[in-house]
């Protein structure tokens, strides 16, 4: 993995910056940025990471202010449908085009191809991970990805599993680690592909009017209910109207049992909380993320991070006054 660009940008002039980094070093023929309505120009900053895998595969992060971005890529333009983009979000995003409205939620992901035309809007800021993928290294068809295309990640089969590869990069920057995640996620990708509807209809019956998995619909009640400290199985199998035990037996079937799933979507909702806003005071994230006590939040978020909350905090407030720095030398 090698570092392609490094941009750090602000003010109206970093709207222009930010516009033809995309066009550069990620692929696309239009990359119109701009901000929400009422918001000033000049209150615009970014920082935008681009790391390039040893298969091509395209890594962005991002750390901006709120904007909104008509994308159209160079694939669209020649008529081939070659690569996917999938986006990962800390923050809610939407994005949208003529046939397509999706509203990410902190912590999810989507799939867009490449060949469509699409809006990306961010309202509360934008920390998020993206990577361009080829096709060819998920499924022989593209045909095979067209279920795929345009859906939330939870959504899917394997969404709860895609989901945790991709928030891995947030936490590991070393080229072996993101080497290595990223094999993982296309080995995901390629499963994912080859589940065809029949077997998802046979292995995990649909329940919810969108046509997600029960799983997903677990996952995505826990998601919606985080900040509940009173949150539990009985109260999931209730509003779902299946048993505690059929509800245990679901998650089985994933090698996860229930308070495992709970605390890890704790934990990741807190660091989502952390990252969004690095000088927040911790403790109160703690509780606002539903942990009971600081020092079960302490304990279970380092068993997942190997690092505690305000150790969490305090290495992204080193990265981001690293990122300050290099802003106020820009300026200069």
């Not at 009971?292 to 305000?310: D, M």
Request: proline share 2%.
């Amino acid at each position: 993995m090698f570092k392609k660009n490094e941009l750090s940008a602000a003010h109206r002039e970093g709207l222009d910056e930010w516009s033809n980094c995309i066009k550069k070093d990620l692929g696309f023929a239009k990359a119109k940025v701009s901000i929400p309505p009422g918001m000033e120009e000049d209150q615009f900053f970014g920082y935008m990471l681009v790391d390039e895998l040893s298969n091509g595969t395209l890594k962005i992060e991002v750390n901006s202010s709120s904007q909104q971005i008509n994308l159209l890529h160079k694939d669209s333009l020649a008529g081939v449908k070659r690569k996917i983009f999938i986006i990962n979000s800390c923050n809610s995003m939407l994005i949208r085009n003529k046939s397509n409205r999706k509203i990410i939620s902190p912590g999810d992901s989507i799939i867009i191809p490449a060949w469509d035309e699409f809006f990306e809007e961010s309202f509360s800021g934008r920390i998020s991970v993206s990577l361009i993928l080829d096709v060819s290294y998920i499924t022989d068809s593209v045909t095979q990805l067209e279920k795929m295309l345009w859906q939330n990640v939870s959504h899917l089969v394997y969404g709860f599993e895609i989901n945790r590869i991709i928030s891995n990069f947030y936490n590991n920057q070393s080229s072996r680690f993101c080497e290595k995640n990223t094999a993982a996620l296309i080995s995901l990708l390629s499963l994912e592909s080859e589940f065809d509807d029949l077997n998802k209809s046979d292995a995990l019956q649909q329940v919810s009017p969108s046509g997600s998995n029960r799983c997903s619909y677990i996952v995505n009640y826990i998601k919606n209910n985080i900040k509940n400290s009173d949150l539990c199985l009985s109260m999931v199998a209730k509003h779902i109207g299946l048993t505690e035990r059929m509800i245990q037996y679901i998650l089985s079937e994933r090698n996860v049992k229930f308070h495992q799933l709970l605390t890890l979507e704790r934990c990741n909702f807190l660091a989502s909380r952390i990252r969004n806003d690095v000088y927040a005071d911790v403790d109160v994230s703690i509780f606002e993320s539903g942990f009971e006590s600081i020092a079960t939040a302490c304990r279970q978020f380092k068993k997942i991070y190997n690092l505690t909350p305000k150790q969490y905090q305090y290495r992204l407030k080193r990265h981001q006054n690293n990122h300050v720095k290099s802003d106020i030398e820009y300026s200069i």
